[in-house]
């Protein structure tokens, strides 16, 4: 088990987000997308990771490496949507990276088990979650025409 989960950990990917952000409503669904898939095809070792987290505390610690990385993504971009002036400087980041990636984690791991818990249908989940994000960190929608004509 040591090792399936070293080796999972060691293989887990976490796309990145632009440093320029010019179309937030278009690359975080996107990004959305990967996260929630990579999730759901890895659930069966997640699901096991915890079920041995009293007894191999490492274990569950490098199953949540690719979580935990992409929290750190998401934070990465919100500052830089804050610093192109794309979202408001008082956005809840924190707790919208929380909310975030407790949606897409629990969506991947029981949206079997708990039908009707999740947007409907599943392929639009990774947009709707995304949409509230963005508004949740202070992005008005359409914020990258609202940019682009501020420059122009």
Same mark, same amino acid.
């Given at each position: 088990? #040591?090792? =399936?989960?070293?080796?999972?950990?060691?293989?887990?990917?976490? *796309?990145?987000?632009?440093?320029? @952000?010019?179309?937030?409503?278009?690359?975080? *669904?996107?990004?959305?997308?990967?996260? =929630?898939?990579?999730?759901? &095809?890895?659930?069966? /070792?997640? $699901? #096991?990771?915890?079920?041995?987290?009293?007894? $191999? @505390?490492?274990?569950?610690?490098?199953?949540?490496?690719? @979580?935990?990385?992409?929290?750190?993504?998401? !934070?990465?971009?919100?500052?830089?949507? #804050? %610093?192109?002036?794309?979202? &408001?400087?008082?956005?809840?980041?924190?707790?919208?990276?929380?909310?975030? +990636?407790?949606?897409?984690?629990?969506?991947? +791991?029981?949206?079997?088990?708990? *039908?009707? !818990? /999740?947007?409907?249908?599943? #392929?639009?989940?990774?947009?709707?979650?995304?949409?509230?994000?963005? $508004?949740?960190?202070?992005?008005?929608?359409? %914020? !990258? $025409?609202?940019?682009?004509? %501020?420059?122009?």
């Amino acid at each position: 088990f #040591k090792e =399936l989960a070293r080796g999972q950990a060691d293989a887990a990917v976490v *796309p990145e987000l632009s440093a320029a @952000p010019d179309h937030p409503d278009r690359d975080l *669904p996107r990004w959305c997308r990967s996260v =929630l898939d990579y999730l759901t &095809q890895h659930r069966s /070792f997640l $699901r #096991k990771s915890m079920s041995e987290m009293e007894e $191999r @505390p490492l274990a569950a610690e490098a199953a949540c490496k690719g @979580p935990h990385g992409a929290g750190d993504v998401l !934070a990465r971009y919100v500052k830089a949507l #804050k %610093a192109h002036g794309l979202a &408001q400087p008082q956005g809840e980041t924190d707790t919208a990276i929380s909310m975030l +990636m407790s949606s897409l984690f629990g969506d991947a +791991m029981c949206r079997e088990m708990m *039908p009707g !818990a /999740f947007p409907e249908p599943a #392929k639009d989940a990774p947009a709707r979650y995304a949409r509230c994000f963005l $508004r949740a960190v202070g992005v008005p929608r359409r %914020a !990258a $025409r609202t940019s682009r004509t %501020a420059a122009a």
